[in-house]
Every structure is written in structure tokens, then in C-alpha cells.
């Protein structure tokens, strides 16, 4: 499989995964509409706006990880892939493999 076929499934998971964050966040805010409990106040646990602020922050990572994944394609078809965004030195592939749409090498990233 080449870099840019992984990075293409990484993005065909990724915008999955939004759709499915999204669809998730729409049932939450629709429920705190439908409902009229004191939700800061129930006892039964996790609020209704903390669920919705939960959902909202994975949806945030999602999308962040979406804009990461399409800077690499870019960088890939640019024939900059692989290179650090920082110091220009190579990219070790051990962190390309864990992370393929990494933009600076360890060093960089510390």
C-alpha cells in the first residue's frame, strides 16, 4: 500500500467519523431541546451538556485530524511528504508508520 493510499483510507475513516460525531452531537442537542430537566442538577450523572461537550471535542480532534491528513496528501503530490515542516531533515518512516500524516520529525515535535 503507498503513502498516499493509506493517508486516502485515513481520510475516507476520518470524514466516517466526523459524520458519525456529527450525527451524534445533532441527537444530543435535539434531546436537551426535547427535554425539560434541570440537567446541571440530575442526579443520574453525566449532563446533558457534558455529553454535548464531549461529542463536540471529538468532533473538534476529528476535524483536526482531517485538516492533518489533507496537508499530507498536499505534501505528498508536492513530493514534500516525509520531510519536516520545521527543520527540512527526513522524517524517521518508525513515525510516518505510527502517524503518516506527521508534518515535523521527533525532534520538531518536542
Same mark, same amino acid.
Request: net charge negative; with cysteine; charged share 30%.
Given at each position: 500500500?503507498? $503513502?498516499?493510499?493509506? !493517508?486516502?483510507? #485515513? %481520510?475516507?475513516?476520518?470524514?466516517?467519523?466526523? /459524520? =458519525? +460525531?456529527? @450525527?451524534?452531537?445533532?441527537?444530543?442537542?435535539?434531546?436537551?431541546?426535547?427535554?425539560?430537566?434541570?440537567?446541571?442538577?440530575?442526579?443520574?450523572?453525566?449532563t446533558?451538556?457534558?455529553?454535548?461537550?464531549? $461529542?463536540?471535542?471529538? !468532533?473538534?480532534? #476529528? %476535524?483536526?485530524?482531517?485538516?492533518?491528513?489533507? /496537508? =499530507? +496528501?498536499? @505534501?505528498?503530490e508536492?513530493?514534500?511528504?516525509?520531510?519536516?515542516?520545521?527543520?527540512?531533515?527526513?522524517?524517521?518512516?518508525e513515525?510516518?508508520?505510527?502517524?503518516?500524516?506527521?508534518?515535523?520529525?521527533i525532534?520538531?515535535?518536542?
Open positions: 500500500m503507498t $503513502v498516499t493510499d493509506e !493517508l486516502t483510507r #485515513a %481520510r475516507a475513516e476520518t470524514l466516517a467519523q466526523i /459524520d =458519525a +460525531l456529527t @450525527r451524534e452531537f445533532d441527537e444530543v442537542v435535539a434531546a436537551s431541546r426535547s427535554s425539560n430537566a434541570d440537567d446541571e442538577h440530575d442526579p443520574e450523572g453525566a446533558i451538556a457534558f455529553e454535548r461537550q464531549q $461529542v463536540a471535542a471529538l !468532533l473538534d480532534q #476529528a %476535524r483536526r485530524r482531517l485538516a492533518d491528513v489533507d /496537508d =499530507a +496528501l498536499a @505534501r505528498a508536492t513530493g514534500d511528504y516525509g520531510r519536516c515542516a520545521d527543520c527540512g531533515q527526513p522524517i524517521a518512516p513515525r510516518l508508520a505510527a502517524r503518516p500524516q506527521a508534518r515535523t520529525c525532534a520538531c515535535a518536542h
